[in-house]
């Protein structure tokens, strides 16, 4: 699981930097599917990193619009305010945590269980869902996507 985070972080540096030749009209402009735009995206991807983060430590969630962080660099800065704190819960992971519950409220009032090894998943999958609408929207721009390949990233060493 840890391998998957530290991929989704790599790619996602890869797209800060792909966002750097774009013009920040495109960057904003609505598209089709996914939460918004390119840079909403990235900012979504972020925020729902964090918020599930901080609910698997009882912390509260992040209560931002997008509204305030329509930059690629804000979308960058506050990313890396999170992203220590995320760092640090991913490394600490093991498998006692696994089926670890977390409650959910629904909007019915009553609650659902999810363990916290499934939330850490959807977490990673949530991640490269975005990743591919972004490869899409890309395209449409006429622009090379960041490549998905986790091969090659030196995530993990082969013994030789």
């Given amino acids: 699981m840890k391998t998957m985070f530290q991929y989704n972080w790599l790619v996602r540096e890869e797209w800060y930097r792909w966002c750097e030749d774009i013009p920040v009209e495109e960057l904003l402009r609505v598209r089709t ?36 962080y329509r930059s690629l660099e804000k979308v960058r800065q506050l990313d890396a305010s999170f992203r220590q704190e995320v760092v640090e819960f991913v490394q600490s992971w093991d498998e006692s945590m696994e089926t670890l519950p977390l409650y959910d409220m629904q909007n019915d009032g009553k609650f659902t269980g999810h363990s916290w090894g499934e939330i850490m998943r959807h977490v990673i999958a949530h991640e490269i869902h975005h990743i591919g609408q972004l490869s899409v929207w890309s395209r449409e721009l006429g622009k090379k996507p960041v490549s998905a390949n986790l091969i090659g990233k030196g995530l993990i060493k082969p013994k030789l």
């Fill in 33 to 68: 599917g996914g939460v918004g735009g390119i840079l909403h995206t990235l900012f979504h991807i972020a925020d729902v990193e964090w918020s599930w983060i901080r609910a698997l430590q009882g912390k509260p969630d992040f209560q931002e619009s997008f509204d305030g």
